[in-house]
């Protein structure tokens, strides 16, 4: 269009789906609000498609799920006021997680600002929905002008994606979204290739030189190092010197659990074996680890990391991370993939000829095998209701070697994590630094989006199914083959647990009817209401079946497996668990 003069103008929305598009943005996941309907009709008209979630949680999980598996930054779009609140778990827990995500939530009329019009965020304090999210995100920005929406985009996906990844908020009020701004405004900001910092040389001389001195030296690998070259050299470095390695809860199946130096995570769901390694390291090369409190036993010394005696040699692209939980001897800020090739050019060069010590292999291998051989075990029960592990043996035993399990909290998450052998193809896709009850059903959504050719399952339990209802009727609305399997032992299990084991007896953390019995939702019936596939079980042998249809008709299905509520093994130690029971005088 062309207002006021030959200068040809298109709206500020026009030009922003023009320049998500430059950006390679395929797909948009939220909800819709009077804030937001010009961005959307804009969208509209373009190559990206809207994921509407009904929910703004849910759309929130669905474009993390999708940037987790995609390797690509996830865009929410939401209203303001109640639509923003709505999506603050979801934005939360993709930005603990260090997933890069941006946030697009519409305002009230910039002219109305600070008078109350409808559904502005403003009581005590001066109108300011951003400040919701500050306290998480990487940054937010507050458009005043419609000249700079272009300019505050490219800044957003440009924060979102370098450095640590992360979610930032742009809030947009609605009347920008229709001013006019000149046609090559869309085109006038192109996102940079963000350049990440490599380890100096004479750093990695450093820790090779530390690495070749050490008795027992130790490789701690946290989320940030997926599938790539720097994975190619994180294998070549460990097996070259017979390095053990562990790792945290998010780098499940970043090396593959059948690897014979891998031992597992340490901490509160470590083996025995495992904190024994992490107590007796002479040197420890953390690799992308913020040492959260569940892999670091509390951060108490008598059951997992001991610095000192133990040397630390900590590796991040967050400068703030490093000796944020422990003293370190050497801490290097660089993109991980760079460092640790870095590291093994320079091992190598030191010392050419590799170091072997089957014993080690041999007995991390034993005990990797007795753990994954005992669980299956367990998991061979006919006992009905299900016993968690005789869930995770028919998933392993059925499902395709390269599906993804994305998962919720409680059994579903610690369980799989700790025992369950994920295959070399797989996948783990968990929320780490949140815990989020109610990611797992739209997180799969959105990674089955994103890899719609691969099997995704959704592990989660009946509360965290119920948290996220929303997402059902998205998935069967995407065409999304997403079997959503629902571990429902009728409570939230692990809390109960919790309780019951330090008061007596569980109060508040269980499902029951107005009767006092034990009440569940029909989740296979749920699932058909909302045009799914629904699976429910009155037999062990039953799941097994169920599942195997559900693979064969790849469409959108709910699997209802009732399961006896049983406790993760827990070897290591957790502060959660340390609750005062004094005497009140």
Known sequence: MTVGSDEKTVTAAEAMVSQL???????????????????????????????????????????????????????????????????????????????????????????????????????????????????????????????????????????????????????????????????????????????????????????????????????????????????????????????????????????????????????????????????????????????????ASSWDSRYTWQFPPGKLIQIDIDPAEIGRNYPVDLGAVADITHAVQAIDTAVRARHPQPRHSPELRETITATRRTLFTDSRERGTSDNFPLRPERILTDLRAILPTDAVLVTDVGWNKNGVAQCYELPDEGRFITPGGASTMGFGPAAAVGVQIAQPDRTVVALIGDGGMSAQLPALPMAVEQGAPVIFVVMNNGSHGTISDLQAANFGQSYGCDFTGPDGEPYSPDFAALGRACGADGYALSSAGDFGDALRAALAARRPAVIDVPMVNEPVPTPGHWNIKDIYQGIFE
């Not at 759309?59 to 987790?68: F, I, L, M, V």
């Not at 990487?138 to 440009?158: G, I, P, S």
Request: aromatic fraction near 8%.
């Open 21 to 295: 598009e430059s950006y390679g943005v395929e797909y948009i996941f939220g909800t819709c609000g009077h804030t937001n309907i010009a961005l959307l009709d804009a969208i509209r008209r373009s190559s990206i498609r809207f994921v509407i979630a009904r929910h703004e949680q849910a759309a929130a999980h669905a474009a993390d799920g999708y940037a987790r598996a995609s390797g690509r930054t996830g865009v929410v779009l939401m209203h303001v006021g109640p639509g923003l609140t709505n999506g603050v778990t979801g934005v939360l827990t993709a930005a603990l997680d260090s997933v890069p995500l941006v946030a697009i939530a519409g305002d009230i009329p910039s002219y109305y600002h600070g008078r109350h019009p409808h559904q502005e965020v403003n009581l005590h304090a001066d109108a300011d929905q951003t400040a919701i999210y500050r306290p998480f995100v990487k940054r937010a920005w507050q458009v005043h002008r419609a000249a700079d929406l272009a300019r505050f985009t490219e800044r957003a996906f440009w924060t979102a994606a370098s450095g640590r990844p992360g979610a930032v908020l742009l809030s947009v009020p609605m009347d920008h979204f229709s001013r006019p701004v000149p046609a090559e405004t869309g085109s006038a900001y192109p996102l940079a290739v963000p350049q990440r910092p490599g380890l100096p040389a004479d750093v990695a001389d450093r820790i090779a030189e530390t690495l070749l001195a050490a008795r027992k030296p130790l490789v701690y690998l946290g989320g940030g190092l997926r599938r790539g070259t720097g994975l190619d050299a994180l294998r070549s470095l460990v097996e070259h010197l017979d390095i053990p390695v562990v790792h945290s809860l998010m780098a499940k199946g970043t090396l593959p659990d059948s690897h014979p130096l891998l031992l597992g995570m340490p901490g509160f769901w470590g083996l025995e074996l495992t904190n024994a390694y992490t107590r007796e390291a002479d040197v420890v090369l953390a690799l992308a680890t913020r040492f959260a409190e569940t892999d």
